[in-house]
């Protein structure tokens, strides 16, 4: 069956060490088809196994989940339009390279922005701030699409201001008004922290030596707090698997979804950008034969992925989803061999 070389791909990864722990969902519009949880949380045989409600950190999945859905409240609620120039929000975001940017344009990852900060993180948001505002532009915006966290941050500042919240009081209210579960959150709460998915800091991390459990693994969104527009949601393959099907409905044209799941404002978000050869929509990404997501999703498709291990795909046109959340930064595989997983995870799937 498919599901079971599914399962098989991820119990090879285990054993080739890409990652300790993986837990897989897959379902359609109306649930769950198949759930999958294997491996121990670390690689000592004595911690636990994971399961359905083991906590990841989902990286960058929270740039789709949290900052991209908060946006598209704000526009529903005509609060923000995606075409208003960033320099609106941001005083210091000056210079003629930079004045017909838009919130669009950070959506898209078109907005001349580098992924990185060439120095340490900031230490406030005041200072990433300045950073971003002040860096040079890498490229000429909608001239090209690089992938930036800095801009999704900016995106975070922004959608905080115009929400009068912070990011983690909005996702949790419009969480909990879309009911969505509430394991897919910002911040875990202390009794959730020692269940989740550990990771190892980075290199270049002033937390390096040490064990992250619950602890947010980048170290940006580390720098502002734990809640940033890039990075810092956690969550379990179910309650993820439960937003995934709030996005399958909408972007199939059901009306019952809550707000801001509103089919023709879904439909503009997930329309692939005009910039020249990329593949991005508004926060998420669409299919190519080159994805992760592998080579047999329809064109619909859209996802993401996050530097933990962690993707989210769904298809409407076949109406399926499909999580894969792993802990690939505890110590494990490279990005490759991530890749690799990822798309003969969904090669595998294909069928059901």
Request: hydrophobic share 45%; glycine share 8%.
């Amino acid at each position: 069956m498919a599901t079971e070389a599914a399962a098989a791909i991820l119990r090879r990864a285990i054993d080739a060490r890409v990652f300790p722990a993986a837990v897989a969902e897959m379902g359609d519009s109306t649930g769950r088809r198949w759930r999958f949880a294997a491996g121990r949380l670390t690689w000592n045989v004595e911690t636990p196994p994971a399961t359905a409600d083991t906590p990841f950190d989902l990286a960058s999945l929270t740039k789709p989940i949290a900052t991209t859905t908060l946006a598209m409240q704000l526009a529903l609620d005509n609060r923000l339009a995606l075409d208003e120039p960033v320099a609106a929000f941001f005083p210091e975001w000056r210079g003629a390279d930079r004045e017909h940017v838009t919130v669009r344009d950070l959506l898209e990852h078109a907005s001349g922005l580098p992924a990185r900060l060439v120095d340490a993180p900031s230490a406030s948001r005041r200072e990433f701030e300045h950073d971003i505002c002040a860096i040079k532009l890498e490229y000429e915006p909608r001239s090209r699409s690089v992938y930036s966290d800095l801009g999704f941050i900016l995106l975070g500042f922004l959608v905080a201001d115009v929400g009068g919240a912070t990011l983690k009081e909005q996702f949790r209210r419009l969480a909990a008004a879309a009911g969505a579960p509430e394991a897919l959150e910002y911040e875990l709460p202390l009794n959730a922290r020692f269940r989740a998915a550990p990771t190892m800091p980075m290199d270049d991390d002033v937390r390096r030596g040490r064990v992250l459990t619950g602890e947010v693994h980048d170290n940006y969104a580390a720098a502002l707090g734990g809640v940033a527009g890039h990075a810092g949601l956690f969550g379990t393959g179910p309650a993820v698997g439960a937003y995934a099907r709030t996005w399958l409905r909408a972007a199939s044209g059901a009306r019952d979804a809550p707000p801001p799941f509103v089919p023709p404002l879904v439909s503009e978000f997930l329309t692939r950008s005009r910039v020249p050869d990329s593949s991005r929509a508004l926060g998420w990404d669409t299919m190519l034969s080159t994805s992760s997501c592998g080579t047999r999703m329809s064109p619909r498709a859209f996802g993401h992925v996050g530097f933990t291990g962690t993707s989210l795909w769904i298809d409407p046109a076949r109406d399926r989803y499909f999580v894969l959340l792993t802990n690939r930064a505890f110590g494990a595989g490279t990005l490759d061999q991530m890749r690799d997983v990822r798309r003969a995870f969904h090669d595998a799937l294909a069928e059901v």
